[in-house]
Structure formats: structure tokens, C-alpha cells
């Protein structure tokens, strides 16, 4: 019997509370210190004006002229059509790139030139090229996610277990059999875990890309309550841009969990 | 052969339990008593994972039994003690250390002086034949050579007793084999009371002055067999083969 | 190791090959013929890589709000170097300690935990708001960007430690929590420590650019901005160059140090 020791977790009452009272806590020193203009100045909204804020616009456009749905879908719609553009593009890039080293040979240059430069800095170079459209935004979003999605495939197929390969070989398989229904399944892990890391990061591209001008958006909805001096709109945006990011990490988790069932080797 | 009994080790009536899957507390360990000799070489001897190594951490100190005691000369063991060295299974080198640094750690974590712990630790370097190696990393070494480290670090920590939990279970036969006859040879130039656990039965009678064989899951004593073949043992000598037999036949099969 | 002689051997074939050896050559040459070609259409806004080659010499010859184009990687470097050194004397023992105690988990992390989610690049208004747009509000910006991976990596580092590590420690005379955490724990952890301060670096080299291009006298993120403002792509252009040619050194910098602080570390 292999005996699971836990020296971290332990379901203890005790640490629960402990949590829960921090929270209570937090959220009380914030509304007080608030209230009394006593952290960093007047910008700083309290829990229960950000909570206003967020009722008020459920139903209201002001100061960005859209509803928070409005803004919210087309946010999730720019940063998914980025999303789903890299992996679309990236994961079999990678995959071919780590499977065909003369592929490799050739895009790799082009890939390690491309990737140190941040993909803040392509902002105004897309403003001038593509325009401020959605397209832009997408393809910044697109450069963010795009990496990601290549080195985790590149490094996953490379890891292909070579006894895997020759057992394919022994029985007769082409190069491009092997790579199609040894290599490309024995990286799904990677390649999940590559698609992960891009989401978290095309979401959190996001507010910079829609500082291009936007029309709306959560980003937009940001800057434009920057603008506007609405630091409650300011924090609102944050928290929905942080709770559905934690949803989009938790979601893609399970998702990965039920794939990736079958597991390595 | 008089010092052989004096008891060393006491162990009495414990007994450890872990939930199961389904929440369910299970029975690893099962009321063991068992006596540890002074100077003697034990071996105990089980199925794998037969809970024989849930008994080993609660003897150095690493989890506390449900019921029962562990008695060192008289002073009940709660946490780990530096009376008691330990050869661990998956030989736990630490990777960012150098040998010569893994070897050092105990006596550089009581704070000994750094002349008489190097002069000691060299002379167990030797001994288990690591000498050019100081400097390696542990990602450098094969499987066998680990594990003389780890005997070797054991050793330098000046333990009265040693345990080794399944030492060699990883390594390949022949180097399986002539580690055994290295244990054999440091055992003969520096004694000390040894505490062995394995799943081999012919590894058991090599090297032990006295078998204790468990059940299958939960460990309970099964039999206990003194070997009185004088060392080095030959594999064909016919009292060896006996016993071989026998304990093969008591042996429960696990799957 | 069999396993990985025979992929040498196929990688020592392919070295035989010409184009193992041409393809790079060729796929630069390309990149650069169709920047070329793409440029001669509209070099107004695409200018062609001699005029961007030319510009950068130009800037590296003669300063531009103070600073030659050295000048101006050296002040974004400056700012990352000091939030960066920030973020890793706060975040490696916050980190660690919220790693370590239960109790410093159940609330500090907590908290953290629920912050985690929020994107640094999402601060920035609210830090502009709060700090307004000097140095100090640049530093707390990249400071606070640096600090969410120092902390996560430090964290997740100690979490993982096998228990076969403590216990060896244990056995090994550490007696005190202090002894294991120095001599079992912060070693163990520090390979995974290391990785989360290099994605540190590359969180702090983005948000600078951000930051600068919010407002800024100096810096690459000023070069950029200021070329956008006055329409002249190609001093955006050596912007990026300059950026991507920094994040490149740093990446060097940071391997050769994890190199030297982590030996035992193959990964790398």
C-alpha cells in the first residue's frame, strides 16, 4: 500500500474560520479606510460603491456608454477569436516544427526574433497598419497567445518517448503515421497545458488591447472610467476581468482533466 | 555472542492505521512486538508493500503509532533520533548537495567541527568505494553508486542503529548483488545494529543474523527465523537452501 | 540513455544535410525580402528595414529627449532592475512563508489567491489613478507585476517539495523548523523559485513598455509612443527592435545566474 502523506493540507475548522476571517476583516478595513479617504486618496473606491457600481451597471450605460454585458461579451468575443486564431495556427506549428527538424530549422529563426518583443509593443504598430478595429485587437492578442501555444507543442513532441516510435516503426508505420497517431497524442498533455497558459494570457492582453481606441469592452470600460475619474468603475472592471479569468482557468482545467484522462507514459 | 542479547531496541504492541479511498481506516501495522539485539543484523523480511515500511518510519521517529511504543535504551522515541541512521529506499540524496556535501549534512546540522566531520566522512567515502567522487553531483552518479552515498551518509551520522528501507528494491541484479556483499564487508569492519527490510528472500538470508518475516497486508509477524550459517554465506550451501525453502513457502504472495 | 543515443545519432544524419545548415540562412533572408517587398508599397507606414537599420544608428548617434538609444534601453532597464530587485526581496519570503505556514496561508494567501486572478496589465489605470504617472508610479506598476509570479512560483516551490526531502533532513539532525527551511526546504524549492523570477522579468520588461507608453520622458516604451505620436514608424520600429534585443540579453543574463545559483539543475 503506498501511504499518501500530507504534510500541507489538513481539513482543519480552525484555518477555515481563519480564511473566512480575513476576508471579513479585509473587506471591513477597506470600507472604513475608504470611507475616510485614508488609502492612496480620493481614488479609492469602497466594497460597497463598487457593488453599487456593478448594480447600477447592470442597467445603466453610463460613463462608457454601454451596459457591463455589452461590454463583457465583447470582450470574451475579441479575446477569443485571438485565442482560438493561435491555436488554431500555433499548436500544429509546433508540432510539426518539433517533429520536422528541417521545418524547425527554418520557422525557428523567425519564431525566437518574434518572441522577446512584447506584444504591449505592437500596439501602435497595428494601429497604424491594421487600424483600431477589432481585427488589431485580435491580432495582439493573437501574438500573445500564439507563443505559448508553440513552445508547449515544440516541447511536448519533442519528449515523444522513442520506444513509442520504434514500436510504430517496427510495425511499418510512415513517418507521417507515427507523427499523426504516436506523437500528436502523446502530447496532449503539453498542448493543453500550452492552451492554458495562452488563455490565462490572451485574457490578461486584453485591457491593453482595447486601449486602442475601443468602442466597448471591459478594458475600454476601464480606461474610460480612468478618464472619467469612476475609480469604482475602474475597480468593478478589474474584479469581473479577474472573476472570469478565474472562471476560464477553472472551466479549462476540468476540461483538461476529463482529456487528458489517459495521461503519459 | 552474549552481547547479541542485549536488547537495543524495544518495540511494543503498535499498530498504525490510514483512511482508506472510501474514508474507511485501514490497518497497515498490526500490534507488532519485536525486540532489536544489540550489535545483530535483522532483517525483515515481507510481501511488497506490506506495510513493513509504515512499521520502519514509526521505529525512526517519522510518524508517531496509533498504539504502542518504540523504546531506545530506555527513552520512548516521539520524533526522529540521532541514535538512529537510515538508508532510505528511494536513496533520498539531496540533488543541490555535492556527495561530500550530502555525506556532511548530519554532522553539519548538529554543528560539528568541520576537521572531524570531513576526516570521517572521507574514511566512509573510502569504505564504500566513492573516493573521486566528492565533488559529484548526485544527478552524476548511477543507481548503486547513490546508494553507497547513502550508506555512506548514513554511517558518517555515527548512528547505534541503522535502518535501510529496501535499499537496493531499484537497482539491477548483479549490481543488487555485489552491493549486498558490499554491506557484508562495511558491517564486518564497523558494527553496528542493523535493521534491514526487504522483499528478497535470498538477499534476506545473505545478510541476516535473524529473519523476521510479516503477513501480507496488514503487517503482522509472521515467523521469525535465526540463520546460524556462519558469513560470507554461499547461495548453495545446503542449510541455505533449506531455509530458503522453508521461508518460501511461508511467504505470502503479493499481487 | 539508449533511447537517447539513437535520437543523436538521427539528429548527427540530419547534420549532414545541406539544408540543415541553409534553412536558417534562407528563412531570415526571407523574412527579410518580404519586409522589403511589403514596405515598397507604403513606406510611410511600413518603412523598409534599411531605413529602420539607419534610424537606430541615427538614435544610437544622437540623443533624442536626452537619451541615445543606449541611453533609453539603460533607463527601462534601470526601472525593471529596481522593481525587480523589489519584488524578489518582498515577494521570495512572502512566498515563502505563505508556502510554509498554514496559518500565513489561511490568510495573507488567501487574500493573495483572490488577487491572482486580476491581469497586471489591468493595475495600470487604477495605479495611474492612485500614483499619477511618475517614476514612483512606475516602479509600484512594475513592482507589483514582478512580485504576483515571485510570490505564486515561491509558493508552489515549497508546496511541492517531497516529503522524502523533510524527512531526510529530519533524520539527518535539522531538528528546528528553522533548520529545515534553510538547509531542505529553500533549496529544494529554489529551481522553481527561479523560474517564477524569470517570468518575473518578462512580466516587468511588458509592463514597462506599458507604463512608459502611458507617459514617459525616457525609455524605450517613450520611443515607441513618441514615434506613434508624431507618425514615424520606423522610430517605432527601433523601439521594438531595441525592446526585443533587451529582452534577449536579459533572458541570457538570467540563464547564466540560474546557472551559477542552481548547478544541479539540468532543466536548464
Known amino acids: 500500500m503506498k501511504v499518501k502523506r500530507k504534510f500541507f493540507e489538513k481539513n482543519d475548522l480552525k484555518y477555515t474560520l481563519m480564511t473566512v476571517l480575513t476576508f471579513v476583516v479585509f473587506l471591513m478595513l477597506w470600507q472604513v479606510l475608504a470611507m475616510n479617504n485614508l488609502i492612496v486618496g480620493e481614488y479609492t473606491p469602497s466594497p460597497s460603491e463598487v457593488l453599487e457600481a456593478f448594480i447600477f451597471k447592470i442597467y445603466n450605460v453610463g460613463p462608457d456608454g454601454n451596459l457591463l454585458i455589452t461590454n463583457i461579451l465583447t470582450s470574451l468575443q475579441i479575446s477569443m477569436s485571438g485565442f482560438v486564431l493561435a491555436v488554431i495556427i500555433g499548436v500544429p506549428l509546433g508540432l510539426l516544427m518539433g517533429w520536422y527538424r528541417l521545418l524547425d530549422r527554418f520557422v525557428r529563426p523567425i519564431f525566437e526574433i518574434i518572441r522577446p518583443i512584447p506584444a504591449v509593443s505592437w500596439i501602435p504598430l497595428m494601429i497604424v497598419w491594421i487600424g483600431v478595429g477589432t481585427e ?130 | ?108 546540522q548538529r554543528g560539528e567541527s568541520k576537521k572531524i566531520y570531513t576526516e570521517r566522512a572521507q574514511k566512509y567515502i573510502d569504505m564504500v568505494g566513492l573516493t573521486g567522487f566528492e565533488k559529484s553531483y548526485p ?43 558490499e554491506v557484508q564487508n562495511i558491517v564486518e569492519k564497523d558494527r553496528r545494529t542493523i535493521i534491514f527490510v526487504t522483499n528478497n528472500i535470498e538477499e534476506a538470508l545473505m545478510l541476516g543474523d535473524r529473519i523476521i518475516l510479516f503477513t501480507n497486508y496488514p503487517a503482522r509477524i509472521k515467523k521469525i527465523y535465526d540463520v546460524n550459517i556462519s558469513k560470507p554465506r554461499d547461495t548453495m550451501d545446503r542449510t541455505f537452501l533449506m531455509l530458503r525453502k522453508e521461508i518460501s513457502e511461508n511467504t505470502d504472495l503479493a499481487l | 540513455m539508449r533511447i537517447k543515443k539513437e535520437k543523436i545519432s538521427t539528429e548527427y544524419k540530419m547534420k549532414y544535410s545541406i539544408w540543415y545548415h541553409v534553412l536558417p540562412f534562407l528563412s531570415i533572408g526571407l523574412l527579410i525580402a518580404v519586409w522589403y517587398l511589403g514596405s515598397s508599397s507604403n513606406p510611410m507606414i511600413f518603412p523598409t528595414p534599411n531605413t529602420v537599420l539607419r534610424r537606430m544608428i541615427e538614435l544610437s548617434q544622437n540623443k533624442l529627449s536626452g537619451y541615445t538609444l543606449i ?40 487574500v493573495f489567491e483572490c488577487i491572482r486572478p486580476i491581469p497586471m496589465l489591468a493595475w495600470i489605470p487604477l495605479m495611474v489613478m ?52 534553510r538547509s531542505i526546504v529553500l533549496p529544494a524549492a529554489l529551481p522553481t523559485i527561479f523560474a517564477g523570477i524569470r517570468n518575473a522579468t518578462s512580466m516587468a520588461l511588458m509592463v514597462v513598455l506599458a507604463a512608459e507608453m502611458i507617459a514617459a520622458r525616457a525609455g524605450l516604451g517613450f520611443l515607441i509612443n513618441r514615434g506613434m505620436e508624431v507618425f514615424d514608424v520606423s522610430l517605432v520600429m527601433s523601439g521594438m527592435v531595441a525592446i526585443g534585443v533587451t ?8 540563464n547564466f545566474i540560474e546557472r551559477k545559483l542552481c548547478p544541479w539543475n539540468r532543466s536548464i
Open chain 3, 130 to 181: 492612485w500614483f499619477g504617472i511618475g517614476e514612483k508610479s512606475k516602479i509600484i506598476m512594475i513592482f507589483m507585476a514582478a512580485l504576483m509570479p515571485i510570490v505564486v512560483n515561491s509558493y508552489t516551490g515549497i508546496k511541492m517539495i517531497s516529503p522524502l526531502y523533510l524527512d531526510v533532513g529530519k533524520m539527518f539532525n535539522a531538528s528546528t523548523e528553522w533548520q529545515l527551511l
Open chain 3, 71 to 110: 541611453g533609453h534601453m539603460g533607463v527601462s532597464l534601470l526601472r525593471v532592475a529596481v522593481s525587480l530587485g523589489l519584488a524578489i526581496i518582498i515577494g521570495v519570503p512572502l512566498g515563502v512563508l505563505i508556502g510554509w505556514s498554514r496559518g500565513v496561508r489561511a490568510t495573507i494567501g488567501a
Open chain 1, 136 to 265: 488589431a485587437k485580435a491580432v495582439i492578442i493573437f501574438l500573445t497567445a500564439f507563443i505559448p501555444c508553440v513552445l508547449n507543442s515544440y516541447t511536448g513532441i519533442r519528449q515523444t518517448s522513442q520506444a513509442l516510435i520504434n514500436v510504430a516503426k517496427v510495425y511499418g508505420a510512415s513517418n507521417f503515421y507515427t507523427f499523426l497517431h504516436v506523437g500528436v497524442p502523446s502530447t496532449v498533455p503539453m498542448i493543453f497545458a500550452g492552451m492554458r497558459i495562452a488563455l490565462a494570457s490572451s485574457w490578461s492582453c486584453l485591457v491593453a488591447a482595447e486601449m486602442l481606441a475601443a468602442s466597448a469592452g471591459l478594458g475600454y470600460m476601464i480606461n474610460m472610467g480612468r478618464n472619467f475619474g469612476r475609480a469604482d468603475v475602474v475597480v468593478l472592471g478589474m474584479i469581473i476581468i479577474g472573476f472570469i479569468g478565474y472562471i476560464f482557468t477553472t472551466v479549462f482545467t476540468v476540461i483538461e482533466k476529463i482529456v487528458v484522462r489517459g495521461g503519459t507514459i
Open chain 2, 1 to 108: 555472542m552474549e552481547q547479541k542479547y542485549l536488547t537495543r531496541l524495544k518495540i511494543s504492541n503498535i499498530s498504525k492505521s490510514f483512511p482508506n479511498k472510501e474514508g474507511k481506516r485501514e490497518l497497515a501495522v498490526d500490534n507488532i512486538s519485536l525486540d532489536v539485539y544489540d550489535g545483530e543484523f535483522l532483517v525483515l523480511l515481507g510481501p511488497g508493500r506490506c506495510g513493513k515500511s509504515v512499521l520502519l518510519n514509526m521505529i525512526a521517529g517519522l510518524m508517531k503509532p496509533d498504539e504502542g511504543k518504540v523504546v531506545l535504551d530506555g527513552e520512548e522515541i516521539t520524533k526522529p533520533n540521532p541514535q538512529m541512521g537510515m538508508v532510505f529506499q528511494k536513496t533520498g540524496l539531496l540533488p543541490w548537495l555535492t556527495v561530500m556535501d550530502n555525506i556532511t549534512f548530519g554532522p553539519r
Open chain 3, 247 to 254: 529582452g534577449a540579453l536579459v533572458a541570457v543574463l538570467t
Open chain 2, 139 to 181: 544527478y552524476q552518479l548511477s543507481g548503486g553508486m547513490k546508494q553507497r552515498v547513502g550508506i555512506a551518509r548514513a554511517y558518517t551520522n555515527e548512528p547505534k542503529i541503522l535502518i535501510m528501507d529496501e535499499p537496493f528494491g531499484a537497482l539491477d541484479a548483479q549490481t543488487r548483488y555485489s552491493m549486498e556483499q
